[in-house]
């Protein structure tokens, strides 16, 4: 059964599944829809055209839902999807998207976002993501699956980070960031692959040597990058791990590609 605490603010309006438990002090919007099994632990503020997926837990003073903080915006009906089975820790902020970014946040399934860390408008984040805390994306940022991001990061907008990337603790992206990559410093720099990530991940010897390999050629200091990774394309057209990163590299993007120094 669902339970609301005698001192929580539920719009009658709002849409809660089975099994939601809102502790103290939360406050829930009018347009909200929270899933079965979704727990708001206390002092949660969600609001705005809002859906929250099945069993996520959302902890103290997290704000979600708010209008987008982007001047550009002027009250479209724009929304904020989160998936399922996230874990959304104190203080965290996502905002709702724009018309300028397609009127949607997506937020995938399996993520966790430690305290303080923050989800600009029209960000799209896949599954099993892992924010550190104070982790900073701003809008229209786009996140593949499985990348982990270290405390106190932050990336700037319109920035793409492709699958089982690693970004550094304390660093600054304002650049692309291939699959598998792994980035460090302020303004963050490629400093190869994401190693530690992709044997925990279960690829196997082969699969990585193939991905050094490439990556190695992709990156050498001879030649124009361009020419780099078509000669890649051609001689790994049958390892779709070596693709998956010449596909992003190929692909159209408002951000320069993060590079090694």
Known sequence: ?????ATAIVDPKAELAGDVKI?????VGPDVKLGEGVVLHSHVVI?????????????PFASIGQPPQD?????????????????IREYVTMNAGTEGGGMVTRVGSH????????????CT??????????TLLAGHCRVEDFVIFGGGSAVHQFVRVGRHAFIGGASAVESDVIPFGLVVGNRASLMGLNLVGLKRRGFTREQINAMRDAYGQIFAAEGALRDRVAAVAERFAGNPDVMEIVNFIQAASDRPLCTPR
Request: aromatic fraction near 6%; glycine fraction near 12%; include cysteine.
């Open 23 to 27: 502790g103290p002090y939360s406050v």
């Open 47 to 59: 609001v705005g055209r809002t859906t929250v997926g099945a069993r996520t837990q959302i902890y």
């Open 111 to 122: 993520g966790t976002f430690l305290a303080s860390c923050h989800v600009g408008h029209d």
């Open 71 to 87: 001047l550009k915006y002027h009250g479209e009906p724009s929304t904020l999807e989160i998936g399922t089975d996230n874990l």
């Open 125 to 134: 984040i896949g599954d099993h993501v892992i924010l550190s805390n104070t």
């Open 1 to 5: 059964m669902t339970e609301v605490h």
